[in-house]
């Protein structure tokens, strides 16, 4: 934030800054910059007066930090488990010969328009066999294609394997159209699992900062660096439990219990969303995971419990 980046040294400020003023004393060198943060800022208080005007804190990410969606904005969320960043890196590794294979064929395709226009050739001459032509386009693709699936069923495999003994093993259920989660290792003091309904916000009660669409009343809390079981089912119809960054996306079917193993390699927030059509409000029932310390996570259990 721009306000973070004041001079330490013995400079007296006002107690109270306009945004000109936190600008001016900024960090920021760039006579330009300054003068478009500043116009932006007056574009907002417009906005602002007239009554349509997002949040500051938005209005602060979106102009200066560059870190709210933006559009034709392409790309993966930052990983946060190894599974994700395996699909990443499978991701990467196909698109590589991707950008190959098509470099070629188009140098193939223009190649041939070029050399055998019919000014150049007014005599065509007719090939009906080639040996050594055949041998390539069978061995090349053939290879490539071997170069592709060998990390495929790797990565396929890995994401099918369950832990043995997992630190925690919680349940997901689908509901129209909302989450419950179930903590079956812990007992809440009225000697029963561990549970809670997870219903989003509505976008009237969010608070400065939070996500439209994307915030949850109770977050699934789970620790960092620690091996968990997740089962997931759904109570009525079919949901999916999907989350990105941790690169997890489960189907919930009624009647039937399906299991992943999640590992969440550093403390954070992640977002997701329910990713199987549901019914009316199926783009309103979000998942949000929420990984801390262990130290953190045993105090989260020990209030819940109580």
């Known amino acids: 934030m721009l306000w ?28 330009n910059i300054k003068e478009q943060i500043l116009g932006l800022n007056k574009i907002y208080l417009d906005l602002i007066s007239n009554g349509t005007g997002s949040s500051y804190f938005v209005y602060i990410l979106d102009t200066y930090g560059h870190i709210v969606a933006e559009p034709w904005q392409l790309g993966f969320q930052d990983a946060a488990s190894p599974m994700m960043q395996g699909i990443m890196d499978l991701h990467h590794d196909i698109f590589f010969f991707l950008i190959l294979i098509l470099v070629f064929v188009l140098w ?40 592709i699936a060998i990390p495929s069923f790797a990565l396929l495999y890995a994401m099918d394997e369950v832990v043995v003994d997992p630190a925690i093993t919680m349940k997901a259920i689908g509901h129209q159209w909302y989450w419950t989660y179930e903590y079956s290792d812990y007992n809440s003091s009225d000697e029963e699992s561990l549970t809670f309904d997870s219903y989003m916000i509505p ?12 915030e949850v009343d109770n977050r699934l809390v789970v620790p960092a660096n ?48 329910c990713s199987e059509i549901c019914g009316t409000n199926h783009a309103f029932m979000p998942i949000v995971v929420e990984a801390l310390s262990l130290k953190d996570y045993c105090d989260w259990v020990d209030i819940q419990q109580f």
Request: glycine share 6%; with cysteine; net charge negative.
């Open 4 to 31: 973070k980046h004041y001079n330490d040294t013995n400079v007296n400020l006002p107690e109270e800054l306009s945004f000109k003023d936190i600008v001016e004393h900024s960090f920021i060198i760039d006579e």
């Open 108 to 147: 193939i395709l223009v190649g041939a328009l070029w050399h055998f226009h019919y000014k150049k050739n007014p005599i065509p001459q007719r090939i009906v066999h080639g040996t050594t032509i055949e041998i390539l386009w069978t061995i090349f693709p053939s290879l490539i294609l071997m170069f």
């Open 203 to 214: 976008e009237d009660d969010l608070e400065l900062g939070q996500l439209r669409l994307l």
């Open 226 to 273: 620690s091996h968990l079981r997740l089962l997931v089912t759904s109570a009525d119809v079919l949901h999916s439990w999907a989350v990105p960054s941790l690169g997890v996306k489960c189907d919930a079917v009624p009647g039937r219990l399906n299991q992943i193993s999640i590992l969440v390699q550093r403390e954070g927030v992640y977002y997701g969303q």
